[in-house]
């Protein structure tokens, strides 16, 4: 079995998925505060896996108060090569149904969290590239496992980032669906950012709700429809996973994995001690060098 590990993060029934052995909760401390929970180790499909519940068991946190850096920070030092994100979305479009799968390729920013999304500062300025800010390799793997699961799934589309915790109002509703984006939902760009500097490959199970507010002949979404959905989805979400995890290659060599390569502005011999250890899970390869 590899060493590199494959995260998910989603909610909280995600982890009970068949085949998932050797279940550990591990506690990790990290530089940037507490993770949104312990993180379950074990096996599935033969590999070595690491699940996140992103609010916390039960449900404890706002989409807002997740600590975006802490949870990637958590998974690179487990060993985590590469996360699949299951999440709940409103659709923004017609053609994206309650129940449906968007394997999503794009983000719009509507936080205004940038400081939060990024691990550089403190002494070390880094920019990494995240035109496509999505991992195409996990995210075409994705693709095909929901399709084998007999998921109704979409490929491709741009998953417009609020911050909530309130829905939106029918203007901006209606002002998303107009600009041609697809889903909207409250948590994945901050881990998307963090994961790219962090190399590691993520990419977005977008699972749909509800309709957001923008359809007139549609009832407003509440968290009973919400709910509703969820549970169905969970167990789609279970599937695709459960399929497409022994599909993912045992070495980490994707573009993903070396996204810092090229990130730096700063001189390493000005990096700041404190921050050097701070980020040592991410800069070990470059430190090394």
């Known amino acids: ?3 590199h590990r494959i995260g998910i993060i989603g909610g909280t029934g995600l982890y009970q998925i068949d085949g998932f052995t050797q279940q550990k909760w591990v506690t990790v401390k990290t530089p940037f505060g507490p993770p949104s929970d312990q993180l379950l180790t074990g096996e599935l499909a033969g590999r070595a896996v690491v699940f996140l519940p992103r609010h916390g068991r039960g449900h404890r946190l ?5 600590n975006h850096r802490a949870n990637l920070w958590a998974m690179k030092k487990l060993g985590v090569a590469w996360i699949i994100s299951a999440s709940a ?3 923004l479009q017609a053609r994206y149904r309650p129940c449906d799968v968007v394997l999503v390729d794009q983000f719009v920013d509507r936080t205004k969290k940038s400081l939060e999304h990024t691990f550089f500062g ?8 995240f035109a496509q800010p999505i991992c195409e390799e996990l995210r075409r793997l994705l693709l095909a496992g929901a399709r084998r699961a007999g998921a109704r799934a979409h490929d491709g589309g741009a998953y417009v980032n609020m911050e909530g915790p ?9 002002t998303n669906h107009r600009a041609g984006y697809d889903v909207i939902g409250m948590t994945n760009l901050g881990e998307a950012k963090c994961a790219r500097e962090a190399e590691i ?5 977008a699972l749909v709700t509800d309709y957001d507010c923008w359809k007139e002949d549609e009832d407003h979404v509440t968290v009973e429809r919400v709910i509703e959905c969820l549970h169905r989805n969970a167990d789609m979400a279970k599937r ?3 399929m497409t995890v022994p599909q993912i290659p045992a070495e980490p060599d994707w573009p993903c ?4 390569q090229t990130a730096f502005l700063t001189d390493k011999k000005l990096w700041p001690a404190k921050t050097k250890r701070d980020l040592a899970p991410l800069l070990k390869k470059y430190l090394a060098a």
């Open 62 to 66: 706002l989409p807002s108060e997740l």
């Open 257 to 260: 994995h070396a996204a810092l």
């Open 89 to 91: 979305v409103g659709s």
């Open 240 to 242: 695709i996973v459960s």
């Open 122 to 129: 403190r002494g070390i300025v880094a920019h990494v590239a």
């Open 201 to 205: 490959a993520y990419a977005t199970l």
């Open 1 to 3: 079995m590899t060493t």
């Open 166 to 174: 309130a829905f939106s109002t029918r203007a901006e509703s209606l």
